[in-house]
Antibody, heavy 119, light 110 residues
Framework: QVQLQESGPGVVKPSETLSLTCVVS?????????WGWIRQAPGEGLEWIGS???????AYNPSLKSRVTISTDTSKNQFSLKVTSVTAADTAVYYC????????????WGQGTLVTVSS | QSVLTQPPSVSAAAGQKVTISCSGS????????VSWYQQLPGAAPKPLIY???KRPSGIPDRFSGSKSDTSTTLGITGLQTGDEADYYC???????????FGGGTKLTVL
């Protein structure tokens, strides 16, 4: 059974960098699929942030591209998200997901972690 | 404003059937397969339908998906109070080069 678990600070100060990690169990991230991040602001809908393929190819939401970096650490079977220069608008629940290439489905979601941007 | 359009809310009595629509354009639904996700209160989204009309293991056949041109529909029969949730459609948009979602539809079971 594939499981994804997010971790990282629950509070980040404005203008600083948000950093989250997603540990994957039950599947080797270097074997296939795409590994992505989606966020949901309080009371709002879902927003795709970006993803990285098992071979390291990245794709980012154009609206966030200048501030976002997604990377993998295959030795730890995990992938990470960094968002720079955060503002209150970046306050959201952040989900890590596994994406199926070719069909654009998401077949596994992490439980999500709330990140609040506040001084 | 979301690229994919869903009604904000729908409701129906327990035991009845409800449909949730999701409309898009030729660059998203018209070109790619669509997924549906169920988000129970306080929980992460859960895959409900993939590749337009397929159900993951464990999803009852009360849930169905269909697609026509640039729109897609989620159907739920035999409504139960446990079905009360937010439902999201999603796919890829070839013009925007971004994964897109509908704004979500809140289902109330009366």
């Amino acid at each position: 059974q594939v499981q994804l678990q997010e971790s990282g600070p629950g509070v980040v100060k404005p203008s600083e960098t948000l950093s989250l990690t997603c540990v994957v169990s039950g599947y080797s991230i270097s074997s296939g699929f795409y590994w992505g991040w989606i966020r949901q602001a309080p009371g709002e809908g879902l927003e795709w942030i970006g993803s990285i393929s098992h071979s390291g190819t990245t794709a980012y939401n154009p609206s966030l591209k200048s501030r976002v970096t997604i990377s993998t650490d295959t030795s730890k079977n995990q992938f990470s998200l960094k968002v720079t220069s955060v503002t209150a608008a970046d306050t959201a629940v952040y989900y890590c997901v596994r994406e199926v290439g070719g069909t654009f489905d998401i077949d596994y979601w992490g439980q999500g972690t709330l990140v609040t941007v506040s001084s | 404003q979301s690229v994919l359009t869903q009604p904000p809310s729908v409701s129906a009595a327990a035991g009845q059937k409800v449909t949730i629509s999701c409309s898009g354009s030729s660059s998203n639904i018209g070109s790619n397969s669509v997924s549906w996700y169920q988000q129970l209160p306080g929980a992460a989204p859960k895959p409900l339908i993939y590749e337009n009309n397929k159900r993951p293991s464990g999803i009852p056949d009360r849930f169905s998906g269909s697609k026509s041109d640039t729109s897609t529909t989620l159907g739920i029969t035999g409504l139960q109070t446990g079905d009360e949730a937010d439902y999201y459609c999603g796919t890829w948009d070839n013009s925007l080069s971004v994964r897109v979602f509908g704004g979500g539809t809140k289902l109330t079971v009366l």
